[in-house]
């Protein structure tokens, strides 16, 4: 877990799977390939917490940390789900400077904040004794808040300096939904793009991690390229997609090729 936090604070990209199917067998082929992390989506994806923790788990098999998503404002989870083992976790809809003590204060021991003791598997996970992990966890903990409305946009600056806030992860489909009234979504509207390249400067000048999400391997290529600290690249659900896309077109294209021998 110290490694994890690490590594995403290294300055060198991490790419992030974005896990929807709640099953740790999908979490577990998805770990095979070399992402540097999963996100685990609660909020929109098929996630509960029952399949987190178990997905936490198949993902540490593969020495993968994992990013929980949780619902908005379900805090409690945060805390339970740091507890059992997430690498830290991210917040939907961070509106205001109350809304990112309040997450704060569910990821962060006192004095800091007011998570409650009871990290039994994380201590495992974390390969740490009892004190050790109490000492240590406010820094490897990670709260990553969503930044993706206007609102949030407007005080970003004021949401990242919140003691306790690691990093933002900023939602491209929501903050385009609200930046054009809710006309369309457009995640690559140049107003979205001045918003990743305004919140990504604002956390390099406080030290903070830089996250979002991209649809597709360019995307992800590109704002990597840009400074992010962790990019998503795709999801399950495109990756289903592109497999059986490959498998089907390269079945129907052999059969086209009379003779042509598949060696199995
Ligand atoms: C968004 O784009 O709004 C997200 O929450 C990430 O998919
Ligand atoms: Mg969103």
């Not at 600290?229 to 009379?258: C, F, N, R």
Request: glycine share 10%; with cysteine; net charge negative.
């Amino acid at each position: 877990m110290g490694a994890c936090a690490a590594k995403l604070r290294s300055g060198k990209p991490s790419y992030a799977a974005w896990s929807t199917i709640a099953n740790p067998v999908v979490v577990e082929a998805i770990a095979q390939h070399g992402f540097d992390v999963i996100v685990l989506d609660g909020q929109h994806g098929h996630h509960t917490r029952e399949s987190m923790f178990q997905c936490i788990a198949a993902a540490a098999l593969y020495d993968i940390p994992t990013l929980p998503r949780i619902g908005v404002g379900n805090f409690a989870d945060a805390s339970q789900l740091c507890d059992a083992g997430a690498c830290g976790i991210i917040a939907p809809m961070i509106n205001t400077v109350e809304d990112a003590r309040t997450f704060a204060s569910f990821i962060k021991f006192p004095p800091q904040g007011e998570r409650s003791w009871g990290p039994n598997r994380a201590i495992t996970l974390s390969g740490l004794d009892r004190d050790s992990y109490f000492k240590a966890a406010n820094g490897f903990t990670l709260s990553i808040a969503m930044i993706e409305t206007r609102e949030a946009l407007t005080i970003a600056e004021d949401i990242l300096s919140v003691p306790g806030i690691d990093g933002f992860l900023i939602g491209p489909s929501d903050l385009s939904i609200s930046l054009l009234d809710g006309a369309r979504i457009d995640t690559v509207h140049p107003d979205v793009d001045a918003a990743l390249t305004h919140v990504l400067a604002i956390a390099r000048r406080l030290g903070k991690i830089a996250a979002t999400f991209a649809p597709n391997a360019a995307r992800a290529a590109e704002l990597a390229a840009r400074g992010y600290d962790i990019v998503t690249a795709g999801t399950d659900q495109s990756y289903l997609s592109l497999g059986i896309a490959a498998e089907l077109g390269g079945a129907k294209q052999m059969a086209a090729q009379p003779g042509a021998k598949s060696g199995y």
